[in-house]
């Protein structure tokens, strides 16, 4: 059904993730844990704003993660 998530930090990823990698992972996410690939109408509201929320939290954690051995990045600005 979904291609794995795969990791979002450094080392493991050589650059900083994009909001186009967040935004995937967590529409990967909502897609494995609620078990559509795409909703239904009548649930397509709740589905994008789990995947707004999902990408959110994604962005912050990131933003907040120290890896140590690794340059520290600017902040990531939040649409």
Known sequence: MCR???TLRPPVLPEEATEDDIRAAALQ????I????APAAHNREVFERAVDEI???TASLLDGLE??????HPARAHS
């Open 4 to 6: 794995s998530i795969k």
């Open 29 to 32: 996410y909502v897609r494995k």
């Open 34 to 37: 609620s078990g559509f690939r």
């Open 55 to 57: 990408a959110e939290a």
């Open 67 to 72: 890896v140590r051995g690794s340059h520290p």
